[in-house]
């Protein structure tokens, strides 16, 4: 999935209380959410490597402590979920 809405007034009530950099994180991992079309790993190694947050590792724990839910072994966002759900069943069906 390489496209999805971005609901600005949304995004800022749920992101005014963090940082910068804490913004630019969950920015960062809701993008890779979306690409791959996948929960957060467990070991988030690989993805922290990806994102270039090496040197954000505390950053990104806060983050999907705060804005994801662990489910089955991964980090699961309810939003990015229902959006991939809705556009995989609309591949399917076109």
Known sequence: MHYYKFNISKWHLSTSHLTLEEEAVYFRLINFYYDTELPIPLE???????????????????????????????????????????????????
């Open 44 to 94: 988030t190694q690989s993805v922290i490597r990806r994102l270039r947050l090496g040197s954000q590792i505390k950053t990104v724990e806060l983050i999907l402590n705060e804005f994801f839910e662990f489910v089955d072994g991964s980090w699961h966002h309810a939003r990015c979920d229902e959006e991939i759900y809705e556009y995989q069943k609309k591949a399917e069906k076109n």
